[in-house]
């Protein structure tokens, strides 16, 4: 599957340290910072889904420092080159990367990872509940493994 239009993903760096790693996650000088409205975690259970949902104007920038999360984003923005395609990406601790979701892309994810799984999201904006919409799993035709 080709990546959806707008999306980036980048893998992070993560400088090692006898004492604990740092763990890098986004900079202002990165190309898909699009300012910063506020940052929070969240969890996700092993075989677990959360999802549909997509943002009318927030930009996505998600990491997993702990577990393994598979992401699964779909288009339907008439007028993008991926035009009803779906992607699909696990990031984690493992394969330690930043997903840049722009506005108007459905996601939904996944635990994978056996043990904790943790997303930090650095969203453009802040939380407003009339900015996103949501819909049922089922109703955005995907096979989800697990």
Not at 15 to 39: Q, T, V, Y
Not at 73 to 84: H, T
Request: aromatic letters at 10%.
């Amino acid at each position: 599957m080709d990546i959806i239009e707008g999306v980036s993903l980048n893998f992070l760096k993560i400088i090692e340290h006898p004492k604990g790693n740092i763990m890098h996650a986004l900079r202002k000088s990165d190309l898909s910072f699009k300012g910063f409205g506020e940052a929070y975690f969240s969890e996700i259970h092993k075989d677990e889904i959360k999802g549909w949902k997509r943002h009318k104007t927030m930009v996505l920038n998600l990491i997993v420092p702990i577990g393994e999360i598979k992401f699964v984003l779909f288009d339907e923005r008439p007028d993008s080159a991926s035009y009803m395609k779906f992607w699909q990406v696990n990031i984690g601790s493992g394969q330690y990367k930043r997903l840049t979701v722009p506005p108007m892309i459905w996601m939904a994810f996944q635990g994978v990872g056996d043990e904790r799984n943790l997303l930090l999201n650095i969203a453009s904006i802040e939380h407003d509940p009339n900015e996103a919409e949501n819909r049922d799993l089922l109703n955005i035709d995907f096979k989800w493994e697990g």
